[in-house]
């Protein structure tokens, strides 16, 4: 039975603290959302930062496949993708690196969005 009691009186005092601490738990919320949002600005345009490295340097490297096959990367999927280029892993590689691409790009232009 006690135990019930200052259980009861931990949930009152609880309650009373949390009514009493509502205004000053949204000024905290605000004040953190000002400190944070530059923060995540930041970290958002070195990603942004980051994933356009990353395109150049696939895009790099498929320029590189093209000039050594010959081929631009449209001709290069038509053909890979009707099996007349066969298994060679330079295909896979390129392949790969045209999918790899496509992902950069897509989360590129989602980080562009947030900003």
Same mark, same amino acid.
């Given at each position: 039975?006690?135990a019930v009691?200052?259980?009861?009186?931990?949930?009152?005092?609880?309650?009373?603290?949390?009514?009493?601490s509502?205004p000053?738990?949204i000024?905290?919320?605000?004040?953190?959302?000002?400190?944070? $949002?530059?923060?995540?600005?930041?970290? !958002?345009? &070195?990603?942004?930062?980051?994933? +356009?490295?990353?395109? %150049?340097l696939?895009?790099?490297?498929?320029?590189?496949?093209?000039?050594?096959?010959?081929?631009?990367?449209?001709?290069?999927?038509?053909?890979?993708?009707d099996?007349v280029?066969?298994?060679?892993? $330079?295909?896979?590689?390129w392949?790969? !690196?045209? &999918?790899?691409r496509?992902?950069i +790009?897509?989360?590129? %232009?989602?980080?562009?969005?947030?900003?």
């Amino acid at each position: 039975m006690p135990a019930v009691l200052l259980s009861d009186k931990l949930n009152r005092t609880f309650q009373n603290s949390y009514i009493e601490s509502a205004p000053l738990s949204i000024l905290m919320s605000v004040i953190a959302s000002e400190e944070v $949002d530059p923060i995540i600005r930041r970290s !958002l345009q &070195r990603e942004i930062g980051l994933l +356009e490295m990353k395109k %150049r340097l696939t895009d790099a490297e498929i320029k590189d496949f093209e000039r050594k096959h010959g081929m631009d990367s449209n001709e290069f999927l038509g053909a890979f993708e009707d099996g007349v280029l066969g298994d060679a892993q $330079d295909s896979f590689e390129w392949w790969g !690196l045209l &999918r790899g691409r496509t992902a950069i +790009e897509d989360e590129l %232009r989602k980080a562009k969005m947030v900003l």
